[in-house]
């Protein structure tokens, strides 16, 4: 296991943290105030970016009753009374959620209030503009709670969302007719005056997807909003910088999240749609990321229209997802190794399986990594089989470190240790943040495609420091995707020498994680266990490894609340040393479809 840390980690931090609150206590008492535009503010917006992102009625309702449930958290006001914003937040997560204004297009969309009287079937002009009022009235209660300024608030990840959600919903908030005039100007004052803050402090931002949406949000207001050269120049050159350097050549994004990737995707197109629409020319270089991203998104995409779950990303939404793709002027089709992202994909009839073999992000790029070395997903037909715990940013907060660790993940873990370890609370994970402070010091892959299927192969070696052993897994699919058969083995390198202690045994166990709508039971034996799919598919686990144990789970990809699964779970104690050529250091399994078993869920028989 490498150190992920290193002595000018800590001075980098401290330098950007004094010039990130110096940065914050200059603007607190107010010097760039006199920087502001006070000239007249445009009549009419330009073009706006259309909202890939599908709404949630269901919560625009609530959040009009004063129920705001983000991150995992529950807020309630008297809507007629009370002032949201002045409201203590429960957790910084619900605070970034709350200011990001993610929502937004929630409460736009929330249904009309039925009628109270039942023969009254016609609606009002207000009645069909109640979410949209309304949106406006809560953007417009913060402008007066937090409009001149307030770090946390203003922060570079919560402002750049908060930007683009704004211009999102631009057709709400700045094109309305001349009874809401004033307020329109303040409104558009304030996204102005936050763009400059935004544009004056970008190198101060948190490197990676952060500083990359912060480019993005600059570049859309000055592509949005009239007369804001200034803006756009800085924006775009902005982001052609951050895509240049975050982009790699396979399209992955530097962090190694598929999330990340795919919501840089997404927002690109958008931005080029509105840069064309404008007249405005977009770098090539922006293009150019947008021609890499797209393909790998496509490698990322399981058959149910969702992402893999890795490294503190979850499914994303799928429909934002494919419309972006059907944007996608080149068209790609996804391929099977991606070498600078450090995945691997293999795909035949119907499944679908994603292997990480990469190693972890260094620096402050891992503070949402995960210890997932040779963790693997299968989706089949069926639906998704076998999964890795996930993340979603409407998830509790309590939950966002546990699924970090391997042990939420589809792989190998040998004595309850992860392969790559957090900072533990304190005064280092204070300044550095919650980033990874080991990993696998070298992860190597290997692939075979023959006619009977692919041969999967991966080695890391985050066990090798404190264990001596280092961990191989092979997976094999068959052509036609009935067939998954894996290889786990823990094994000593032949140039670490013998063990001092040869009558030593670590415990290891091989976790597989499987999705929330698929139903297990064991068989009598112990040694294998039947997998149902909700549309009634069978498959059957097997291993040489057993007896296997069913254990709970717990999913979160798919977004808030967690939901319950299963976990299939094979324990042994290895040997502390050997070429993991045989037990107990080497573990079979299969996963093996069997046809229809059964019906839907929900139906006996």
């Not at 890795?388 to 042990?407: I, K, L, Y």
């Not at 943040?433 to 692919?454: C, F, I, K, W």
């Not at 050529?581 to 080497?586: A, F």
């Amino acid at each position: 296991m490498a150190r992920a840390v290193r002595l000018s980690d800590y001075a980098g931090a401290m330098i950007a943290s004094v010039r990130r609150e110096a940065s914050s206590t200059l603007q607190s008492i107010g010097l760039f105030s006199s920087l502001r535009d006070l000239g007249p503010l445009p009549s009419e917006t330009g073009p706006l970016p259309e909202d890939f992102y599908a709404s949630r009625p269901d919560r625009g309702t609530e959040i009009l009753a004063g129920r705001f449930q983000l991150a995992g958290d529950l807020v309630s006001v008297d809507p007629e009374h009370d002032n949201i914003w002045l409201k203590p937040a429960p957790t910084r997560a619900f605070a970034r959620r709350l200011h990001g204004f993610g929502w937004l297009r929630d409460v736009i969309a929330a249904p009309t209030p039925k009628p109270e009287d039942p023969d009254d079937f016609g609606l009002s002009d207000d009645d069909e503009e109640a979410g949209a009022a309304n949106a406006r009235a809560l953007v417009d209660s913060w402008i007066r709670a937090f409009g001149r300024w307030n770090s946390f608030a203003w922060s570079h990840g919560v402002l750049s969302a908060r930007l683009i959600n704004w211009l999102r919903a631009g057709g709400t908030l700045f094109e309305t007719d001349e009874s809401d005039r004033k307020a329109r100007n303040t409104r558009l004052r304030s996204l102005l005056r936050q763009a400059r803050y935004l544009q004056r402090t970008i190198p101060l931002a948190h490197d990676g997807a952060v500083r990359l949406r912060c480019a993005i949000a600059l570049s859309f207001v000055g592509l949005c909003v009239p007369r804001q050269a200034g803006l756009q120049k800085s924006g775009l050159a902005a982001l052609e910088k951050e895509v240049k350097r975050q982009i790699l050549p396979d399209g992955g994004h530097i962090s190694r999240s598929p999330r990340a990737g795919t919501e840089a995707l997404i927002d690109l197109i958008v931005l080029r749609d509105v840069a064309e629409t404008a007249g405005v020319e977009i770098p090539r270089e922006i293009v150019r990321a947008i021609d890499r991203l797209a393909p790998m998104s496509r490698f990322f995409r399981m058959s149910d229209g969702g992402l893999a779950s890795f490294h503190g990303g979850g499914e994303c939404d799928h429909g934002a997802l494919k419309m972006a793709l059907s944007r996608d002027d080149t068209g790609a089709k996804p391929f099977g190794f991606a070498p600078h992202s450090g995945y691997h994909r293999a795909e035949a009839g119907g499944a679908t399986i994603l292997l990480d073999v990469g190693k972890a992000p260094r620096g402050t790029l891992s503070t949402s990594a995960h210890a997932s070395a040779l963790a693997f997903e299968l989706c089949t037909t069926g639906g998704r089989l076998v999964v890795n715990c996930g993340w979603h940013d409407d998830q509790p907060s309590s939950w966002r470190e546990a699924v970090r660790a391997t042990a939420a993940h589809s792989t190998l873990t040998l004595e309850e240790t992860s392969s790559a370890r957090l900072f533990a609370p304190g005064w280092k994970r204070d300044l550095l943040g919650p980033r990874l402070t080991s990993a696998p010091g070298s992860v190597t892959a290997r692939r075979n495609e023959e006619d009977m299927g692919v041969w999967l192969e991966g080695i890391h070696e985050g066990y090798r420091a404190d264990y001596g052993l280092s961990h191989r897994r092979r997976v094999f699919l068959a052509a036609d995707g009935g067939d998954l058969r894996g290889e786990d083995a823990l094994f000593r390198p032949v140039s670490d020498g013998p063990p001092e202690d040869v009558d030593v045994r670590f415990r290891f166990a091989i976790r597989f994680h499987l999705h929330p709508d698929v139903r297990a039971s064991l068989s009598r034996d112990s040694m294998s266990a039947l997998l149902v799919q909700p549309d009634g598919d069978g498959w059957r686990f097997r291993t040489d490894g057993g007896p296997i144990r069913l254990e709970r789970s717990v999913y979160l990809a798919a977004g808030a609340p967690p939901q319950r699964a299963t976990q299939i779970v094979v324990q042994g104690e290895a040997e502390p040393f050997g070429a993991g050529d045989r037990p107990p250091n080497r573990v079979r399994w299969a996963f093996q479809r069997l046809g229809q078993v059964g019906g839907t869920q929900g139906e006996t028989g």
